[in-house]
């Protein structure tokens, strides 16, 4: 249904045709400082019609509190907010009235409900995320200011163009931050001068993404129009958005992998058996639309490793606890946050809407060729991290309040017990957090 | 914690040290004929010791009903099992009350909880797993009952040996049953004679399972010791087996990936938004022990498609449905079943028990060489089937429960509509399911 | 939390100082016709200002719904539905940042939050229950359309006024229509003659209550100002507006019971255990600002009665079910409907905002005299009976959607299984409701 | 369905014919020192066959834990426990095969479910509350450490027979203990001599409870049957005795109403709106078997009064907290507690299994006499504390791991905040509870 969450709990409504969409959030603990400007910057990120590279709609997105804060703070209470649906889609209905359109939802809600919305997606179109987005800026402040927890998301493959590996595990291990990953991730377009040209100066073939000087231009990064790829490796970057672009002239489509790293992780978030923090992780992925894959540190690739290998040795930490030599679980053991930084990857598919013909046939089973023109995205990656921060933020916030009704206590960060000196995690353990709380 | 599901709610309990680990199972519609008999061979088949391959340890872990039961038929109350701990692993406590073993949960557990249970993994250990797979059972038969729902599992790769390619694409498309996932898969050893067999009388090398012989043996298949590896492709069984046995011997063990499919899929199970069929499957993989990634249809490799390959096109169906050309979805479109075949891997990391010695720390952090010798299991994978068989099922049955509160009647399966001539999935929705149930 | 319901889930957001108070209504079954003027006129019965009996405050309450429509058809998406906050009432906020208000919810919030909502109730104010009215009336609608399901709330007590034993005693086993409850419970004002007079001409005192002709007086009723009571038995209502209007006099306030009857029950709705029906009952009524009790049939008077009295026996009711001879139980037997008439009542305590003075003291803890002049309601119980209303449509849903999801059929009702003739309540259990939902 | 709460969650499972009955009880912190013998006092006390008020029916009711503990402190994984089933009761079969029991859920289960248990109630049986009593003493230890919260619940009438009025206020603003209940609560019959008599050495007539005696008698006693009322005054016990000793002579039952009162509550408790403290404790209470009236704190009476009478008056009360100078509202204020005595009371039916004939129909419609001998319980008040107990804890250490998970720390009890000297309610609002625990 349209809830996530145990106790921070968010619930979604609304469809592309409607008056809006958005959300409630119940759980927000009060006091937190939080006005439309804390939730704005992931909904314009998220938002169609950034840059050349995704759709040129222009939804304004602007997001609005409804009821749950007062003079700037949250009062306990649930917060609701709206987006308002203005720049309605024009939308070819005579032709996705007749024929369900292929990789998209148009068939399975119609037998599911014995109806659909007549524009587009309805439930299923991306606008459905926009409530996620909103709710998810929340946790991430929360989180901020409570753990000094950092969710940083970027995209590191799109179709056969991949972030090189030594890069790509270098960023896993000292992720960059949400700033870096948009500054280092946006090209300028010059279509005049057939480059594109990044923060640096350095300039790229439009045709491939390979790099056409090797010294420093002093063109500035400022002029022509701006591609953002949300890739934090410039020369990467190019190349996604070479193969972009070549996508839309073919009127084709692609898809890709993010990555998530979360810095600042408290020690013991999670739940053992069903609950585990990986396998809400990995809901709350599959559940953002068109995703189709999700793994833990090194996924698929651990499977293929040897134990004496992919076991991850401990050694002594700060303040009594632990840490790990490597990080090949991707920051858990047993469902539990080990205090490492957590690390997965998402991959998403294709956009299912491409403006070539395809042969399909109607709700009826008659052949027919379904030939919905218009500016199709081809590619939603780099729309893509706000979605998954989003969501990663509800679920490690729900974490963190399960764990404190456990303790009475805020969680254990690495950083927090300044006061443990000498304290170790055996003697810890021997003095529950619960007591601490009680004391003072 | 330890609850899944909405209507078909399962509630586990239990660690390797105390009476018993078990189930609650409520939800369950009445009438069903029920009996021990239907759960015991998915907890035989789960058990470790059934092989050579295959932990030694011998738990008989024979189920029990406790309620919900009468004349062989549930009464629609809670169903409650339970299998006693009997054989309790004899555990070498000396060195892991003093260091967290890697790749385990003592550490995080013991942070969380400020405890953990002396005797392994306690709950995070692979018996907390028996009351899903009883569970799974349970849900198992009633889907196979109501909607002639298949699902089966089966070992795809360890460690480097993969099914061949166009072997695994074949499996997806036309998946074996249970019991030729367990015939195939099985091979016997001949220790003295150094060969595997399998059950057609071809041997195999015990050093890298190629093969010996090219025409038949006439050997008996029956001839020695059994080696599970639910892999349905006896030649790369072989090199599974053979693979195993090199880790066992080397002290290290292995991970790899299982594959399922579920075929007899009704049309419009799943929930839009945050609780789609794929999420639902994500979140219950990843809740089982040691998995640590999940896809679904093509999955990662979906991501490096082109969005013209990778739509599956419709076409006209049966009973008024439609049927899709391809399947590189996996059968969801939007979080909610199409129809085809349920296609999914999850992948399993190499088991964290080792005998080798492991350079890590203690609790305290003091320096600490972990040896802790004893049979440990060099891979999972062959006994992975029935967990994620029982995950399966209890997703699904959730999905079915749910899809039939909102249309007051059973799912529809492509099969089962056979008045529905003439009628078409537009025509289908024009007349809603809850009508149809009504009339008679 | 701010969420309610199991398959049928509404989620309210909202307090008196925002932008507006809502809700979003997830598990609406798809195709029901609907549109706000389905959910206004409960809105207009609970809203405050209706009647010279209640506050003067003029909230317009005007429903928008904001998604899970389209052409006046539910999509089977979450519908969301908000009243904005227009005529904000005047409050005295100097006084009551002092000091809490006796009998609010002043202190006990800003103890849990360590904040509260400066504008009176907020999230506690009476306004929160706009979203729940809102919601109930999409239930109720399903209810009748599915099942003829008719829900009657009425003014049973108001202070020491009863409705006379036998009066409602025939009430409830023949409850009034809603349209009765408005009509008769509905006096006219004639200040300047000072009397009330009811529907049928009689005329009753401003006084007590009593009635002043024996004979119709061919007066209209039309004339004066309307006060509503909501007690469909004029003679009780005028005593009970005399009351209110005394009340009003003196600066105090009071309390009372409403009796709530559902008829057309199916049978079989209701959870054992822990979800009985009369137990989810009793948390949506306790839940409602101002309950103090909750009583199913006979009630407390139950507990003074002897089981051989109490037993309802049963009888041979229509289509192979059985009925009961009395009703005792109020509909009830294990916490699963018997297909009796819903019958309970709820108890409302005196408002608490009354103008004489109250000596408290300041959340300091410091003696203070609270003054809180203004037009304070001295009776809200005729304003209960939407709210009431839509809390048990909101439990009935829920309920009839699980019972669904369990027999894959619409429940069965009384007047429904016209083909069940010479089949009983025997054999209808040996032909499970699950086959007659595939047969047709 | 069978689970209640939210953190901390009860699932029960169990019949009266199976093997055996019980819980799992997930969410319970670690290191709660905890054994059998925390559990059994309760069961003993709920358990039939405890006095010749109640029916002789010998269950002993002995309670194994099955998982969760280790030497003697729980793991912070789910515990369960289970009661055997040994002495089964003889039941009468043909009666109850042909027609359902007045009163019972024959009935209502066979519709519902299309089946039932023959073993007389199954599910519906009071057998089920085994579970339930076992983990609510789980429930009650934690809150006794935790909190030093005391739940004490009376039986406070029997039918016609009442606590005297001033008595009844008495207890319900000075709570007896529980042994203080069961000490006073219990008479010794002399049948010889034709009397009861109490701890005191007072005497009573067995025909009507009146006092035989009005000096000290010497007698002791010890001598003669028990018989345990669980009425805290002694006369009114009496009293109670006699009328159900002369109930059972004539094959009839009764009912009666018994008061809880919770002594040392945090302020906080409870979740606004939907899951207000006094709504999840009638759902709770009305959850029990028989249970048919639930109010809290003056309840209906409440309704009755003016506000000005009603309304509880605010003083300055110690630690910088409130206090209230009355308790009308019984302990909470918006549905969250105020810190006063939490004060409700619940109404149980007249037992429905009697002796007598009853003219009722068989489950075809047929007219039937049924008859059903056996030594029926002629009203279970005496046994009703423990489980009314059980559900209060069930119900308030959820609460309080709720408000734990918002504040990060421990509630806030009246004497606890011992620093908190010149500290008051609007300055420990401006210093939050989270910092709190985060100091020390």
Request: hydrophobic share 35%.
């Amino acid at each position: 249904m349209s809830s996530f969450g145990t106790l921070f709990k968010v619930s979604t409504f609304g469809e592309s045709h409607g008056v809006g969409v958005g959300c409630i959030v119940d759980g927000i603990p009060a006091n937190l400082p939080l006005t439309e400007a804390d939730v704005q910057p992931q909904l314009t990120r998220r938002r169609p019609g950034q840059s050349s590279l995704t759709t040129a709609r222009n939804e304004a997105d602007t997001v609005t509190i409804l009821s749950g804060t007062e003079n700037g703070l949250t009062l306990g209470t649930p917060l609701a907010m709206m987006v308002r649906n203005q720049d309605q889609r024009k939308f070819d209905y005579a032709n996705t009235a007749a024929a369900p359109r292929p990789g998209h939802a148009d068939y399975t809600y119609q037998v599911k409900y014995g109806t659909r919305a007549s524009s587009g997606g309805g439930r299923a179109s991306a606008r459905e995320t926009i409530g996620r987005v909103a709710a998810g800026a929340v946790a991430e402040k929360w989180l901020l200011q409570e753990h000094q927890l950092k969710i940083a998301c970027w995209v590191s493959s799109i179709m056969d163009i991949d972030l090189p590996k030594e890069v790509a595990k270098a960023l896993e291990s000292d992720p960059p931050t949400r700033e870096e990953i948009d500054t280092f991730g946006t090209l300028a377009e010059d279509e005049e001068n057939d480059y594109f040209i990044d923060m640096f100066g350095q300039k790229y073939s439009r045709t491939d993404g390979e790099p056409l000087n090797s010294a420093p231009t002093g063109k500035s990064f400022e002029d022509g129009k701006k591609l953002y790829t949300r890739c934090p490796h410039p020369a990467t970057a190019a190349k996604m958005a070479a193969r972009i672009q070549q996508l839309r002239r073919e009127e084709d489509s692609t898809g890709g992998v993010v990555t998530t790293v979360v810095s600042g992780m408290p020690v013991g978030l999670g739940e053992p058996c069903f609950d585990k923090l990986e396998a809400e992780l990995a809901k709350a992925m599959l559940s953002l639309p068109a995703t189709k894959a999700f793994e833990i540190g090194d996924g698929f690739d651990a499977c293929r490793a040897r134990g004496s290998k992919n076991n991850d040795l401990f050694d002594k930490g700060t303040n009594g606890l632990l840490k790990c030599k490597t990080n090949h679980a991707g920051g858990t053991l047993g469902g539990i946050t080990s205090g490492e930084l957590l690390v997965f990857r998402v991959g998403i598919k294709p956009a299912s809407s491409i403006s070539q013909d395809q042969e399909t046939c109607t709700f009826d089973g008659e052949p027919h060729v379904l030939s919905v023109k218009g500016r199709h995205d081809p590619c939603v990656l780099p729309r893509a991290p706000p979605l998954v921060e989003g969501m990663t933020a509800m679920v490690l916030m729900d974490a963190v309040l399960r764990q404190r009704a456990r303790t009475g206590a805020p969680c254990r960060t690495l950083g927090e017990l300044g006061h443990g000196a000498g304290k170790t995690a055996r003697s810890l353990a021997a003095e529950p957090p619960a007591k601490m709380a009680k004391g003072s």
